[in-house]
């Protein structure tokens, strides 16, 4: 009888062990995941960030070119009126060409602009999409750890941000963490 009973304890704790140990491979893979994710969330940021240095040239070279163009203008206008006998149609078409090419500037500017800030919106939600994705992370490696060092009872209280505890259908006082994760929105 006592041989049964311990047939039964040996059998009972080789089923506890196989189910933490599928446990912790469900949980480190569900970590790589998440990590793997984080790197794929910094490259997109990385890029992001080059695009946004590159509008920001590209828009600071406009600008300057456009204080050039109106300084040309000025320029141009003011020896244009000096030599009035000369052509008033010439003057009249060298302010056409200016205006057109300021207003395309200047479009082109406000268009640039705009992407700016779109990019800037991006690279907001990027940075928080990895700081979200950090904390996760941390908590896995907290989780894990303290997994290793308490009880199956504990664990309740130290999964937070995400995780939550669903009791396992094969047995009572054990419990599987499940993870909540996202995509960002972009």
């Known amino acids: 009888m006592a041989a049964e009973e311990v047939l039964q304890t040996v059998d009972h704790y080789k089923t506890e062990i196989e189910r933490l140990t ?16 984080g790197l794929v969330v910094l490259e997109e940021k990385l890029t992001l960030k080059q ?48 205006a057109s090419k300021e207003a395309y500037y200047l479009g082109k500017i406000l268009e640039m602009q705009n992407e700016l800030k779109q990019s800037r919106a991006v690279v907001t939600n990027v940075q928080a999409e990895n700081e979200r994705l950090s904390a996760v992370v941390q908590d896995l490696k907290e989780y894990m ?13 130290r999964c937070h941000l995400g995780c939550r505890e669903q009791p396992s259908p094969d047995t009572e006082p054990a419990s599987t963490l499940i993870l909540d994760l996202q995509p960002p929105e972009l």
């Open 22 to 37: 599928k446990e912790l491979t469900e949980t480190t893979h569900e970590k790589i995941q998440a990590a793997e994710y």
């Open 51 to 98: 695009q946004y240095d590159e509008l920001e040239a590209e828009y600071d070279s406009l600008k300057q070119e456009l204080e050039q163009l109106k300084e040309a203008f000025g320029q141009s206008f003011s020896i244009h009126r000096k030599v009035a006998e000369d052509g008033e149609t010439r003057e009249e078409t060298l302010l056409q060409e200016s």
């Open 145 to 157: 750890r303290t997994r290793h060092s308490s009880s199956p009872e504990d664990t309740a209280t």
